[in-house]
């Protein structure tokens, strides 16, 4: 396939975020009484915040404004955002590709924490577009954000290979018609 555009997811592919994601979760879940394990939290990569609080609070009737409480997981996250490093494996292929075909970050964060966090690993001059939870409708595992990612950058989404660490990321990047890339396969081959 002649790939003529690139598309990275940002937590967990570019950035080495999830962990510290974890760390606020379980911050936040214990504050307002809420089961949410450390499996189900990596099973639910790229979805945004506020949607597993909703599903959460309706499965387990737990009385809580999802919004209210969202926010107070990203300020908890945004207290260890200083210890986020770069995922090497993807940001070599980012780097190896800039200005040569156009990149683009399709994420199910929120667009203020993700662009802090490009900046803070010094790639966020790397890519053309960054697309985030509030800019589609329909969030991972529908095509949506890697479909707008795609327009942003004026690539047909046949022509575009994706990068994701999860599996509803990857069914995700598969309905979009795009190339899918697992990062985690990539990263067990260079340990």
């Excluded at 939870?133 to 329909?138: M, R």
Aim: charged residues 25%.
């Amino acid at each position: 396939m002649d790939i003529k555009g690139i598309i990275f997811d940002c937590d967990g592919t570019l950035a080495d975020t999830m962990p510290l994601h974890w760390i606020a979760w379980s911050e936040i879940a214990l504050r307002h009484g809420l089961h949410f394990p450390e499996e189900r939290f990596y099973a639910y990569g790229g979805v945004p915040t506020r949607d597993i609080l909703k599903m959460l609070r309706d499965e387990q009737g737990v009385n809580i404004d999802p919004l209210a409480v969202a926010k107070e997981k990203e300020e908890a996250y945004l207290k260890l955002i200083h210890q986020v490093g770069p995922i090497h494996e993807v940001v070599n292929v980012a780097r190896a590709h800039h200005g040569k075909i156009p990149l683009a970050v399709a994420s199910g964060g929120v667009q203020p924490i993700i662009v802090d966090v490009l900046k803070l690993l010094g790639i966020r001059h790397l890519f053309d577009a960054v697309v985030t939870s509030e800019h589609v409708v329909n969030q991972k595992p529908a095509p949506d954000i890697f479909l707008e990612a795609a327009r942003r950058i004026g690539v047909e989404p046949r022509f575009c290979r994706a990068y994701e660490d999860t599996d509803l990321g990857m069914q995700s990047i598969r309905a979009a018609g795009m190339e899918a890339v697992d990062v985690r396969l990539m990263r067990r081959k260079v340990r």
